[in-house]
């Protein structure tokens, strides 16, 4: 299957992570007398060492009219592609450019629509990163079964499967994902196109496109824009697309104007537990718990860092 990229037939791609290690258990049982805690109540009890502070030298900052959008990049996954995406950012190649398109319930898309724009130090293209070997990722591995592969879990905060059997591991197209696009050719992308994730999760792209990084604030500047009208939702003219003001490094940002993101680690207790009360929702609401949970529909959690207490 095709995806459109702007220049030469404008077709998208796809990346891929992974890794390997112990599933996390079903749910822990709750001390006698204790009630099971949801997952609000889970992450309100989280301990400040149960979060990770954004490295700006892997956070992108894409300002766009209605506010800032916030990326990390998965060097782990995606390295040459992520070096060149920095390159990018750093060169400013996409300041003044445009998304120029908006497909309902799959992709929003953004970057140079007459592909003229000079690249400076960085490359147009790249051999493409759809995989990569599994020795090496420590996988949180999920407890459940998933359609597309035999293991699933989380990188960090970046969901990600794994095949044992041939020993490789991949990135996977969960809601608020970015990847590089490219046309038929596997090598056609390197990071000048790039698209995020706006609907169900497109798990049929996965280790077909690179994937490189995710959202992790400021998706509903994305989600929201106005879908576009023509073919697979690419805006029919000029005037429609959104304009980028700025697509910088966090690390090329004064301190003081950059957003402290955190995000909850998953090599934790309390990820454990945030997984649990999510597979058997509590809240009164529920009345039928699912006992069972999707990687794409456990949003790892994001917060801006808490200001430091005052001095006593």
């Known amino acids: 299957m095709k995806l459109p ?25 709750a001390p006698a007398g204790k009630k099971p805690l949801t997952s609000a109540e889970v992450l309100a009890q989280a301990a400040p060492s149960d979060w990770r502070t954004l490295d700006p030298a892997d956070t992108i900052y894409m300002e766009l009219p209605s506010g800032r959008v916030v990326i990390e990049l998965a060097a782990e996954f995606a390295p040459r592609h992520v070096a060149n995406v920095s390159a990018l950012a750093h060169g400013h190649y996409f300041d003044g450019l445009a998304v120029m398109r908006a497909q309902d319930n799959y992709v929003v898309q953004w970057g140079d629509a007459d592909g003229k724009k000079p690249v400076g130090d960085a490359q147009r293209t790249l ?116 304009p980028i003001k700025s697509f910088h490094l966090a690390s090329d940002v004064p301190p003081q104007e950059r957003t402290e993101v955190q995000v909850l680690r998953t090599d934790t207790a309390t990820f454990q537990a945030y997984v649990a ?34 001095p006593q």
């Not at 970015?178 to 992308?189: E, I, K, L, Q, Y």
């Open 5 to 29: 990229s702007i220049q030469a037939g404008r077709a998208l791609s796809v990346l891929l992570l992974a890794a390997c290690a112990a599933p996390l258990s079903a749910a822990p049982p």
């Open 277 to 310: 009360a999510r597979r058997n929702r509590l809240e009164e609401w529920f009345k039928v718990p699912a006992g069972h949970i999707d990687v794409c529909n456990l949003p790892v959690p994001a917060r801006l860092r808490p200001a430091p207490p005052p």
């Open 127 to 242: 051999p493409a990163e759809f995989e990569r070997p599994l020795r090496g990722l420590n996988l949180v591995r999920l407890p459940d079964a998933d359609t597309y592969a035999p293991q699933v879990g989380f990188v960090g905060d970046i969901p990600a499967a794994a095949d044992p059997a041939s020993g490789r591991a991949w990135a996977v197209h969960c809601y608020g994902m970015v990847g590089a696009g490219r046309d038929n050719d596997v090598d056609s992308g390197g990071g000048t196109e790039l698209y995020v994730v706006i609907g169900q999760a497109p798990r049929h792209l996965d280790r077909n496109v690179t994937l490189l990084g995710r959202v992790v604030l400021g998706m509903e500047h994305l989600s929201v824009l106005p879908r576009g009208t023509g073919a697979l939702g690419f805006y029919e003219h000029p005037q429609e697309r959104v």
